[in-house]
T-cell receptor
Framework: DGGITQSPKYLFRKEGQNVTLSCEQNLNHDAMYWYRQDPGQGLRLIYYSQIVNDFQKGDIAEGYSVSREKKESFPLTVTSAQKNPTAFYLC????????????FGAGSRLTVL | DAKTTQPPSMDCAEGRAANLPCNHSTISGNEYVYWYRQIHSQGPQYIIHGLKNNETNEMASLIITEDRKSSTLILPHATLRDTAVYYCIVRVRAGGTSYGKLTFGQGTILTVHP
């Protein structure tokens, strides 16, 4: 079945460490997105990419980095510069013709110890 | 994007219809209404969207008022599995830099009880 796979599902890291979250899709979608969700809150856009080798900052990009070397993959690195990295991270994708119909992955929960 | 207002929580009995309201009084003529839901600790799931006509699919119905200032998502026969946070989002359809950049507010927590 087509879908989005995020890994790992749970991740613990020490302060000062960078960590990379994986997002892979086999839907042949053009665009991919990373959102962050804090407890009891809505989703906030971190980064998005409409095509390979191009990406744009969202509303809260500071302390994060991404790459889009392949259409299927959009990894997110949470750097040590991110002040409050503990959160639920969600990856999504969409096609241009239905750009606002996003397919989401199951999420990755990052906890900084 | 137009701002949306949703009640923070609602209850519904299993088997009954769940009617979730959304106000979007500043909606523009080219903005669509989208609904998503998020079951606890999962990724959001797209439900339905519409411009001005009522829409129905296998999951739900969307009723948009004639002046388009509000809408209602209807789950005709709610089940316990429909317990989730429901998000109403107003957004222009695809194009240019507005490509899929959705703003998810706090939504409505729908609790379906036996």
């Amino acid at each position: 079945d087509g879908g989005i796979t995020q890994s790992p599902k749970y991740l613990f890291r020490k302060e000062g460490q960078n960590v990379t979250l994986s997002c892979e899709q086999n839907l042949n979608h053009d665009a991919m997105y990373w959102y962050r969700q804090d407890p009891g809150q809505g989703l906030r856009l971190i980064y998005y990419s409409q095509i390979v080798n191009d990406f744009q900052k969202g509303d809260i990009a500071e302390g994060y980095s991404v790459s889009r070397e392949k259409k299927e993959s959009f990894p997110l690195t949470v750097t040590s510069a991110q002040k409050n990295p503990t959160a639920f991270y969600l990856c999504a994708s969409s096609i241009e013709q239905k750009a606002n119909v996003l397919t989401f992955g199951a999420g990755s929960r990052l906890t900084v110890l | 994007d137009a701002k949306t207002t949703q009640p923070p929580s609602m209850d519904c009995a299993e088997g009954r219809a769940a009617n979730l309201p959304c106000n979007h009084s500043t909606i523009s003529g080219n903005e669509y209404v989208y609904w998503y839901r998020q079951i606890h600790s999962q990724g959001p799931q797209y439900i339905i969207h519409g411009l001005k006509n009522n829409e129905t699919n296998e999951m739900a119905s969307l009723i948009i008022t004639e002046d388009r200032k509000s809408s209602t998502l209807i789950l005709p026969h709610a089940t316990l599995r429909d317990t989730a946070v429901y998000y109403c989002i107003v957004r222009v359809r695809a194009g240019g830099t507005s490509y899929g950049k959705l703003t998810f507010g706090q939504g409505t927590i729908l609790t379906v009880h036996p």
